[in-house]
C-alpha cells in the first residue's frame, strides 16, 4: 500500500510530507521511504497559527477559516508529494494548537487543525485524521504516539535503543533489545525541543532568522549551568512518565522568564542560546536517569535537533554511556521519521490495529487511532 504521512509539529515551521510503500501484515511491518518533501506554511498563516497557540483568542467564524486554511496547505503538500504516483491512502496528523494533559479525572484534551474531509476532499484521497482522540477517550494523554511506530520498525536485537525526537518539544521512545522478550517499551514528552532556541533566536534577530542554524551561534557560547540547573526544576522534570507537554508550558511565557534569568547573571546572547540548547541536552538526560529501567546502549535522534551538531555534541556528553546516532543510521529517515509515523498510523486504521502503547500513553487499553474520511 502507499501512503501519505503528513505533519506540521510544535515548531510550526511547516508540514512535513513523507510518501511512503508498506508492505507487510500490521505486525511485521516493512517501509520503504518514496519521497520527502517539507512544505512552507504562508507567513501570514504561520504567525495566526504561532498566535493561536501563543493564547490569542479567535471567533469561531475565523477558526473555521483557519482550519481550512491549514488544510488545504496539507492537501497541497500531499499532491506535491504525491507527484505522478499512485497513491492510497493519507495520514494527516495535522496542526497541533493547543494540548492539554490530562489530570486526575479529567481526560486529556488536545486540538489538531487542518481538518480531514477537507483533505480528502482537495485530494481525492482517502484520509485519516485525528489520531490523538482515541488514546484520550481510553484515559490516555493522547501524546506521543510515535512510540508504536518506533517500536514496530527500530527495535534493536541486541542493544537497548532510545529513539529521541528533538522538534519544537521532545519526546522519547525506549525500546529493550529483542532478546529482552516482553521488557516494557516506555515513553514521554521530555520537554523542550528546539522551541525555546527557535523563539529566542527570532526575538534576538528581529525575526530574519528562525533558528539556530547547525548550533553554530550557541556552538560560540558557554552555557550557565546554574542557570539550567535553576530551568531543570520545574515540576514537569519531575512527574513521573506517562506525561506529555507542549508550547503551553515550555513556550513564549517560559522563554521571557529565561531571558530575565539571562540578565540576571548578564548571560551574553551566544552564552543565552548556549544555556537554552544545554537545557535541552540536560532535560533529556536527566529524564533518562529518573526515569528508564536501563540506560540505552544507543540513542537514535530525530526531527529538526538532529541537524543541530552542537545540541548533538551536548547530548553525547551528557550520556557518555550511550553511542548518540539518527535514525536514519538505523534505516529510517530522520527528518520524516514523524510524517511515516502518521502513515502508519493511518495504515493500522484502515487494518483494525490499535495506534496507540499504553505503556507511554497511559491509556486503559489499546485503541484504534484517526478518524476516516472518504472522498466524495
Ligand atoms: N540545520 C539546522 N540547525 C539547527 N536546527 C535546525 C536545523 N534544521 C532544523 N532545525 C530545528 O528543527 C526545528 C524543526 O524541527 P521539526 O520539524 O522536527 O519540529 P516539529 O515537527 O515542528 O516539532 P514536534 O516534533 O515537536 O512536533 C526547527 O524549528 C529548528 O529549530
Ligand atoms: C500534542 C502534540 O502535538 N504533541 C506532539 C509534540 O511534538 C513532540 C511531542 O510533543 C509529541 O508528544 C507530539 O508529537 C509526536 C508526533 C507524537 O505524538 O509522537
Known amino acids: 500500500m502507499r501512503v501519505i504521512g503528513l505533519i506540521s509539529g510544535t515548531s510550526v515551521d511547516g508540514i512535513d510530507a513523507a510518501l511512503i510503500e508498506i508492505t507487510g501484515a500490521p505486525t511485521e511491518l516493512s517501509v520503504r521511504l518514496i519521497r520527502g518533501e517539507t512544505c512552507d506554511y504562508?507567513?501570514?498563516?504561520?504567525?495566526?497559527?504561532?498566535?493561536?497557540?501563543?493564547?490569542?483568542?479567535?471567533?469561531?467564524e475565523e477558526l473555521a477559516e483557519l482550519d481550512d486554511a491549514i488544510a488545504q496547505c496539507f492537501a497541497e503538500a500531499a499532491l506535491q508529494v504525491q507527484g505522478d504516483d499512485r497513491v492510497d491512502l493519507i495520514g494527516s496528523h495535522g496542526q497541533t494548537v493547543?494540548?492539554?494533559?490530562?489530570?486526575?479525572?479529567?481526560?486529556?484534551?488536545?486540538?489538531?487543525?487542518?481538518?480531514?474531509?477537507?483533505?480528502?476532499?482537495?485530494?481525492?484521497?482517502?484520509?485519516?485524521?485525528?489520531?490523538?482522540?482515541?488514546?484520550?477517550?481510553?484515559?490516555?494523554?493522547?501524546?506521543?504516539?510515535?512510540?508504536a511506530v518506533d517500536a514496530a520498525l527500530l527495535r534493536h536485537p541486541k542493544f537497548n535503543r532510545c529513539v529521541q525526537n528533538i522538534g519544537g518539544i521532545g519526546n522519547v521512545t525506549y525500546?529493550?533489545?529483542?532478546?529482552?522478550?516482553?521488557?516494557?517499551?516506555?515513553?514521554?514528552d521530555t520537554g523542550p525541543g528546539n522551541a525555546l532556541l527557535d523563539l529566542a533566536v527570532q526575538h534576538l534577530t528581529d525575526g530574519t532568522q528562525r533558528y539556530d542554524q547547525d548550533g553554530a551561534w550557541a556552538a560560540q557560547g558557554t552555557p550557565c549551568l546554574e542557570v539550567v540547573q535553576r530551568w531543570l526544576d520545574h515540576p514537569y522534570f519531575r512527574q513521573t512518565p506517562p506525561k506529555s507537554t507542549g508550547r503551553e508550558l515550555f513556550g513564549q511565557d517560559f522563554l521571557n522568564q529565561c531571558q530575565q534569568d539571562a540578565d540576571d547573571y548578564a548571560l551574553t546572547s551566544v552564552d543565552f542560546l548556549a544555556t537554552l540548547t544545554e537545557f535541552t541536552a540536560l532535560s533529556i538526560a536527566d529524564s533518562y536517569q529518573r526515569f528508564l529501567p536501563q540506560m540505552p546502549d544507543e540513542i537514535l535522534v530525530c526531527g529538526g535537533g538532529n541537524?543541530?551538531?552542537?545540541?548533538?555534541?551536548?547530548?553525547?556528553?551528557?550520556?557518555?554511556?550511550?553511542?548518540?546516532?539518527?535514525?536514519?543510521?538505523?534505516?529510517?529517515?530522520?527528518d520524516f521519521k514523524e510524517a511515516i509515523a502518521f502513515a502508519v498510523l493511518a495504515y493500522w486504521r484502515m487494518h483494525q490495529h490499535p495506534g496507540n502503547l499504553p505503556t507511554v500513553t497511559g491509556a486503559d487499553q489499546p485503541a484504534l487511532l484517526g478518524e476516516i474520511h472518504l472522498p466524495a
Open 307 to 334: 541537524r543541530n551538531p552542537y545540541l548533538c555534541d551536548r547530548l553525547r556528553l551528557a550520556l557518555p554511556m550511550a553511542t548518540v546516532k539518527t535514525t536514519s543510521d538505523a534505516g529510517l529517515d530522520a
Open 175 to 188: 525500546l529493550p533489545a529483542q532478546h529482552r522478550g516482553d521488557a516494557a517499551i516506555v515513553g514521554w
Open 98 to 147: 493547543f494540548h492539554r494533559p490530562r489530570q486526575a479525572e479529567r481526560l486529556a484534551y488536545s486540538l489538531q487543525l487542518g481538518r480531514g474531509m477537507a483533505i480528502a476532499h482537495h485530494t481525492g484521497l482517502p484520509t485519516v485524521n485525528n489520531f490523538r482522540q482515541g488514546d484520550i477517550a481510553a484515559g490516555g494523554e493522547g501524546a506521543p504516539l510515535a512510540p
Open 42 to 60: 504562508p507567513s501570514a498563516l504561520q504567525s495566526r497559527i504561532l498566535d493561536l497557540c501563543h493564547g490569542a483568542s479567535l471567533p469561531l
